[in-house]
């Protein structure tokens, strides 16, 4: 390290030293990331690793080693970051945070072994209990939402659910394994069950209203019994034992004791780390699923079976429209380029090879030249799919180019998005800020532009939108221990004055020529979608 650079780094280095550091873990679909961010909440160092769900027995999961091995090797990479960039080890931070997917069936018996799979989110197996539910609790029940896999698994009788002793998220899981401590984020526990606004807790009413349905079909066990303890972003959430230490990091380097926020969602770190956590204000997360969530001034008037009301990590009611699918078509076809260009003697890097994909959408006609792609992977409940099935069509007179071709595949990532966007314009919610975060748009100008276009309002991108839900998680971490050492701001008033005052935010205005493109394209697309349902039925 020569004389100039060590310098530079050296208050950063006494920062990770004295611990004035916190550290922020999201498992997602695709990556488990870490991010190291220092007292400014700037990135320090970062680590990540690669998994992806497996389909068995014709269920998503994951499996808890898998999500072992999978914290483990992101947090090695990260503190062999952390010794490249600054020449000592990762000991010790002042907070921690955990986030991840959201939804889905985790459930432990007594003696706290796993029931059954985890059952991620993209499974959507729980049609009558998620209608069952929806209608009885006067609130839309989406069907990856834990509670309807708890109804549906009673409905259906399955063996396991007499043990049910303990149900949880993902990250309520991992934050449980490294502290003990049984509790949730309030933005993550609103995925598991509805959140009473005014109490910020599980809403009691509903509880009473399950646990009837539930006592009807011989499941006896109250759910609030079964469910973490809800905590709102800024409380203390327990800390990193000496187990929870040594399942982080086996080489025993990391020491116990370090104070941990609450576990959030990866749609509740989105918004953080787009800064849309204050009501009219709103973001998108593109990943493996696709979701916007907008922050409501009032409730909804009516019950939409394509919008969730979920929360902010303080507690904030949320319009949500999620999809199941979002960028992994999209990268599957860069991957098959890449492999054809490899074919021919390029030595193309994966990631050019994506970014001109992007590129060359921009070039492509506004209504995609009378292609159409969908990218469903997995069922989709905006679009009325129990499964999915991937497909590219077209008609003789279209026109098949890479142009044509990239746009639409970018067309199919923000579709169904934007056609779940259109019930919350109908209820007239007002959206000031729509800001984008994700992989997706570190290709600027692009994926950005034509998502202004789908939801036809502008779109901001920030500095931090590469960085994502384990950025977002950290600054939780880091805001919990600002209030433990007597920060009284809002966690709204805290990020604008703290975190973004000097943000720097790239804007993209609807172009009026791809509004119109894509209506265009939105008018074939739901009129094709009858071939996706047949091939649903035709294609097992």
């Given at each position: 390290?020569?004389?100039?650079?060590?310098?530079?780094?050296?208050?950063?280095?006494?920062?990770?030293?004295?611990?004035?550091?916190?550290?922020?873990?999201?498992?997602?679909?695709?990556?488990?990331?870490?991010?190291?961010?220092?007292?400014?909440?700037?990135?320090?160092?970062?680590?990540?690793?690669?998994?992806?769900?497996?389909?068995?027995?014709?269920?998503?999961?994951?499996?808890?080693?898998?999500?072992?091995?999978?914290?483990?090797?992101?947090?090695?990479?990260?503190?062999?970051?952390?010794?490249?960039?600054?020449?000592?080890?990762?000991?010790?931070?002042?907070?921690?945070?955990?986030?991840?997917?959201?939804?889905?069936?985790?459930?432990?018996?007594?003696?706290?072994?796993?029931?059954?799979?985890?059952?991620?989110?993209?499974?959507?197996?729980?049609?009558?209990?998620?209608?069952?539910?929806?209608?009885?609790?006067?609130?839309?029940?989406?069907?990856?939402?834990?509670?309807?896999?708890?109804?549906?698994?009673?409905?259906?009788?399955?063996?396991?659910?007499?043990?049910?002793?303990?149900?949880?998220?993902?990250?309520?899981?991992?934050?449980?394994?490294?502290?003990?401590?049984?509790?949730?984020?309030?933005?993550?526990?609103?995925?598991?069950?509805?959140?009473?606004?005014?109490?910020?807790?599980?809403?009691?009413?509903?509880?009473?209203?399950?646990?009837?349905?539930?006592?009807?079909?011989?499941?006896?066990?109250?759910?609030?019994?079964?469910?973490?303890?809800?905590?709102?972003?800024?409380?203390?959430?327990?800390?990193?034992?000496?187990?929870?230490?040594?399942?982080?990091?086996?080489?025993?380097?990391?020491?116990?004791?370090?104070?941990?926020?609450?576990?959030?969602?990866?749609?509740?770190?989105?918004?953080?780390?787009?800064?849309?956590?204050?009501?009219?204000?709103?973001?998108?997360?593109?990943?493996?699923?696709?979701?916007?969530?907008?922050?409501?001034?009032?409730?909804?008037?009516?019950?939409?079976?394509?919008?969730?009301?979920?929360?902010?990590?303080?507690?904030?009611?949320?319009?949500m429209v999620h999809c199941n699918n979002g960028s992994s078509e999209l990268g599957a076809w860069a991957g098959l380029l890449g492999e054809f260009a490899r074919g021919i003697g390029s030595d193309a890097d994966p990631n050019a090879v994506f970014a001109a994909l992007l590129g060359a959408a921009l070039e492509g006609e506004p209504d995609g030249g009378g292609l159409l792609a969908y990218n469903y992977l997995a069922g989709e409940t905006i679009t009325g799919l129990d499964e999915g099935r991937p497909m590219v069509v077209r008609t003789p007179g279209s026109r098949l180019t890479l142009a044509n071709f990239a746009r639409t595949q970018l067309y199919s990532v923000f579709a169904t998005l934007a056609l779940g966007m259109r019930t919350l314009a109908q209820e007239g919610v007002a959206i000031d800020t729509l800001l984008a975060h994700g992989g997706l748009f570190r290709t600027e100008g692009v994926a950005q532009r034509l998502l202004a276009a789908a939801v036809n309002a502008p779109v901001a991108v920030a500095s931090t939108a590469g960085e994502g839900g384990a950025w977002g998680i950290a600054v939780l971490a880091a805001y919990t221990v600002a209030v433990a050492d007597g920060e009284s701001r809002t966690l709204a008033a805290w990020l604008d004055e703290q975190v973004f005052a000097d943000a720097q935010t790239v804007v993209a205005q609807p172009d009026p020529r791809d509004v119109a493109g894509i209506e265009a394209y939105l008018e074939r697309y739901t009129a094709g979608l009858a071939i996706v349902h047949a091939a649903v039925g035709a294609i097992r």
């Open positions: 390290m020569n004389r100039d650079r060590d310098s530079d780094v050296t208050p950063l280095r006494d920062a990770v030293v004295a611990g004035r550091t916190t550290l922020g873990i999201e498992l997602g679909s695709t990556n488990i990331k870490a991010c190291l961010v220092g007292p400014d909440q700037t990135t320090l160092a970062v680590g990540s690793h690669t998994w992806e769900n497996q389909f068995v027995d014709r269920v998503w999961t994951y499996s808890l080693d898998a999500v072992r091995e999978g914290l483990q090797s992101a947090f090695a990479a990260l503190a062999g970051d952390v010794q490249e960039r600054y020449g000592v080890p990762l000991t010790t931070v002042g907070g921690l945070g955990v986030s991840a997917m959201m939804h889905g069936y985790l459930a432990l018996d007594a003696a706290d072994r796993l029931l059954v799979p985890f059952r991620t989110w993209r499974n959507t197996s729980t049609g009558p209990a998620a209608a069952e539910l929806t209608e009885a609790l006067g609130f839309n029940i989406p069907l990856r939402w834990s509670a309807a896999h708890l109804y549906q698994a009673v409905l259906d009788a399955e063996p396991h659910v007499p043990q049910v002793a303990f149900l949880t998220s993902l990250a309520g899981y991992v934050h449980w394994q490294l502290t003990g401590e049984r509790v949730l984020g309030v933005g993550d526990a609103s995925g598991l069950f509805p959140i009473d606004a005014e109490t910020g807790d599980y809403d009691a009413a509903m509880l009473d209203t399950f646990d009837g349905l539930a006592a009807g079909r011989g499941f006896t066990t109250p759910l609030r019994r079964l469910l973490p303890t809800v905590l709102p972003a800024g409380a203390a959430a327990g800390h990193l034992t000496a187990a929870g230490a040594a399942l982080l990091d086996p080489t025993g380097t990391l020491a116990a004791g370090i104070p941990l926020c609450p576990p959030e969602g990866d749609a509740g770190t989105g918004m953080v780390a787009t800064n849309a956590v204050a009501p009219r204000t709103g973001n998108v997360s593109a990943g493996t699923s696709i979701f916007s969530m907008v922050v409501l001034e009032r409730a909804l008037a009516h019950v939409h079976e394509e919008i969730d009301v979920v929360t902010t990590p303080a507690g904030d009611p949320v319009a």
